[in-house]
Structures are given as C-alpha cells and as structure tokens.
C-alpha cells in the first residue's frame, strides 16, 4: 500500500492567483497522477507526472493552466494557475505503487476560486 | 473511448439490507477494474481490485465480480450498515501506452439508514 499527504487539504482563493498542491508519498512510485473532481461530477484525470520528464496532459488540460513538478520519485505538485470560479473543485493525487496493482489517492485538495 | 456507467446513481436502504450495486464500461480491453469509496469532501478508499484474470474479489462484506466479455462489474454488500453510507465509484484501468490511469463511473450514492 501506500501513505499518500496532499497539501493543502482545502483553499480559498482569489481569481487570478495561483495555488500549488504538493503530494508526498510514503515510498517510491513509478506512476504519479492528478485528477480532477468538478462539484458533483465524478474523477477526471488532468495528467501523468513523469519522473525526470514533461508531464503528460489529457485532452481538454494545459500545461500552461496546470503545470506540474515530479523531482523524484515520492514527491509531485501540481500548480492551478490563473484561477477562475471554474476551477473551483477537489483536486487529487493518485499513485499505483507496483505495476498491477490497485491505484490509491491522497485525500484530496478542496479548492475554492471566489 | 472508454466510458463507465453506475447504475443506479442513488440508493437507499435500510440497514440490514443486501445490496448490488452495477458498473458497465464499453470497451472491454481493460487491464484492471477497481471500487472505491468517497465520504462527502473526502478523497478516496480503495475498496477491492480486480485483476484482468480474475472474474471476483472478496473483502469481509463486499464481493465484487467482473465479466470482461460482456462489459460488466457489480459491487455486492452484505448486510449494509449506516457506516457504508458513501459514494461508490467504479474505475477501469487502461492498458497498453495508457496504463496505469483511470476512467471513473459517476459513481452510486448509497444511504442506509438505521
């Protein structure tokens, strides 16, 4: 398993500001993700963290808009950039520890654009 | 494009009661099904995995089963309590170049109620 701390658990921010998530993990992870989670909507996945690389953006997602860190193997950010009420949503860090193996999430970052 | 489907979206029960919920997804080249948990505000706790091999997983109260062919999981709970009040989520794992990230179902809101 794997021990996942996601900082800050929640904010309040002004449009326009930017805020970074960091996500720390208890041990080394190959894979590294961000979701999404809009206000009653289910988890969509903005990007992949590669290690010592560019992330890796999904459709509809920028890396001007949500540029994202992974300097080693435990730790990511994941910075929300020019913020608008929109981004107003639960922002998650997952990691899959061993290949086949189940994915677990940190306990989110509750972010409130006002 | 993979797309998962919970059905239903919302149920109620009283406590005692044996319960299945369903999850469908249109592309069966998955690699690994998962089930999660959400309290309100919370991230999320991985309730079982099931492997590509494997047809069923068992944990304490819950069973879950996956038929690949047919495109189908269901989540089964036994003797529902209060405490299993959360959101349940339903996750497919991709594979090939895209492993290792998730396509979520909008998730079954389950109330038991005493």
């Known amino acids: 398993s794997a021990v996942i701390s996601q900082k800050p658990s929640r904010d309040i921010c002004q449009r326009g500001t930017s805020l970074t998530i960091q996500c720390q993990v208890d041990?080394?992870?190959?894979?590294m993700f961000w979701y999404r989670q809009q206000p009653g909507q289910s988890l969509t996945l903005i990007a992949t963290?590669?290690?010592?690389?560019?992330?890796?953006?999904e459709s509809g997602f920028v890396i001007d808009k949500f540029p994202i860190s992974r300097p080693n193997l435990t730790f990511s950010t994941l910075t929300v950039s020019n913020m608008s009420p929109e981004d107003s949503s639960i922002y998650l860090c997952?990691?899959?520890?061993?290949?086949?193996?189940?994915?677990?999430f940190g306990q989110g970052t509750r972010l409130t654009v006002v | 494009k993979q797309e998962v489907t919970q059905i239903p979206a919302a149920l109620s029960v009283p406590e005692g009661e044996n319960l299945v919920l369903n999850c469908s997804f249109t592309?069966?080249?998955?690699?690994?099904l998962q089930w999660f948990r959400q309290d309100p505000g919370k991230g999320l706790t991985s309730l079982l995995l099931?492997?590509?091999?494997?047809r069923e997983q068992t944990s304490g109260r819950l069973n879950a089963s996956l038929d690949k062919s047919s495109g189908r999981s269901t989540l089964y709970i036994a003797a529902s309590q209060p405490g299993d009040s959360a959101t349940y989520l339903c996750?497919?794992?991709?594979?090939?170049?895209?492993?290792?990230?998730?396509?979520f179902g909008q998730g079954t809101i389950l109330t038991v109620h005493p």
């Open positions: 997952s990691v899959e520890v061993w290949r086949d193996t189940e994915a677990f």
């Open positions: 996750a497919v794992h991709a594979g090939g170049t895209s492993y290792g990230k998730l396509t």
């Open positions: 592309d069966s080249a998955i690699y690994n």
């Open positions: 963290a590669n290690q010592g690389s560019e992330a890796t953006y």
């Open positions: 041990s080394q992870v190959t894979m």
């Open positions: 099931i492997q590509s091999s494997q």
